[in-house]
């Protein structure tokens, strides 16, 4: 009877929201950089394929939003401009504007359940889209076609493993107590 009411009580922790380590800042500086390294590999001008630079800068900008915001923010889409050879400021302006409706909504967004960040996170992603569009549109580039709509519904479905691994490291171990409910 015991182990049944202690399986009980576990159960009941696992549907509380856990309490998290603090971050380190190493591991955020870390992930920015890998996110930008994925960022510059060749995988061509496949429209579809999804921003994991821009992924990263909605997420640390939710969670962390005191050490990446907006100059973070410009500072790597400058980076991604220079290295893409594209219209300088491109990806400045788009990852700009991406760390400030960060920051702006990340009290809000982590009031709900992680499905529904990823609904919410999604215009998100989809109005950078469409900004970037405009802007290499009225830079002469050629419509690149409708499956560029497609990165930000991956992008939105991508929140939810990206969560759930840059959160990992600041999880504690579930170690309930009847004295020690935290």
Known sequence: MASHMGNRQSLQYLDRPQLLLPVNPRFVWTT?????????????????????????????????????????????????????????????LI???????????????LWFRLVLQAIRVFPLFLLVRLIELGIRMLGGDTFPGWSLLLAPVIEAV???????LLLAP????????ANRPL
Request: glycine share 8%; net charge positive.
């Open 158 to 164: 991508l929140w939810l493993p990206a969560t759930w």
């Open 32 to 92: 920015l950089f890998i996110a930008l390294l994925i960022n510059m590999l060749p995988f061509g001008r496949v429209p579809w394929m999804p921003d994991f630079l821009a992924l990263t800068i909605v997420f640390w900008g939710v969670h962390q939003n005191k050490r990446v915001g907006v100059g973070t923010a410009f500072f790597l889409g400058v980076l991604m401009d220079v290295q893409q050879a594209a219209l300088l400021g491109q990806h400045a």
């Open 95 to 109: 990852y700009t504007l991406l760390g400030y409706f960060a920051v702006t909504v990340h009290r809000r967004l």
């Open 170 to 177: 600041q999880r504690r171990a579930p170690e309930p107590d």
